[in-house]
């Protein structure tokens, strides 16, 4: 992997950029990868990585973390990225993701984030107490029910947030069950009717 640091009077790449770039390097041997500091104030830097065609822009910023956006996506001046990783390791992962795709289609989104986290189909299937074909059919879907999406993310350790966005405004959705001023919704056990009840 190639690697080159803009010359900004010699300065000193932050601990966790510097991780990242050496996970990417272990990762992605054949990526090329830049960084440049970005604003004084903000203290973020900008990493560039690329492989062959395809390219992502990976920005850091302390206390924050790794920001990733899709670069085919058209995001607006100062929307922020999509996706964002406090953990190097987890960033690099999914560039890599990215570095792969090529342009190609692309896994489906619950595979990329099950394969992030390192989680198989199997073991996810097993904390959903499922088998694995049953994985394998939710990679496939397209259209999901609301607590199955819940309970796969929990399966997996994390928490869904519901937000509407309008062209004047972002609202929280907040659904019965979520716990008081929550903004996402807990997916508990399932109550069954009984027939004749």
């Known amino acids: 992997m190639s690697y080159r640091k803009q010359s900004h009077n010699a300065v000193k790449l932050p601990a966790e950029v510097e991780e990242f770039v050496r996970l990417l390097r272990a990762d992605r041997p054949g990526a090329e990868l830049t960084a440049e500091p970005g604003g004084v104030k903000a203290k973020n830097w900008w990493l560039e990585c690329s492989r062959g065609k395809a390219h992502v822009t990976v920005e850091w910023r302390p206390g924050r973390g790794f920001g990733i956006s899709d670069p085919k996506a058209e995001a607006g001046y100062g929307e922020g990225p999509e996706e964002v990783f406090r953990d190097a390791r987890l960033a690099v992962r999914r560039v890599g993701q990215w570095l792969l795709g090529n342009g190609a289609a692309r896994p489906s989104w619950l595979r990329q984030l099950r394969e992030v986290h390192g ?20 990679e496939n879907r397209e259209d999901w029910k609301l607590a199955t999406l819940l309970a796969v993310i929990e399966a997996m350790g994390g928490r869904i947030q519901l937000m509407a966005h309008f062209k004047n405004c972002d609202i929280p959705v907040r659904l019965a069950g979520a716990g008081r001023g929550a903004t996402g919704y807990h997916a508990g056990p399932r109550k069954r009717k009984v027939m004749g009840r």
Do not use: G, P, T, Y
Not at 119 to 138: D, F, G, T, Y
């Open 119 to 138: 989680i198989s189909q199997v073991e996810l299937a097993e904390r959903l107490k499922v088998n694995q074909a049953a994985v394998s059919r939710m």
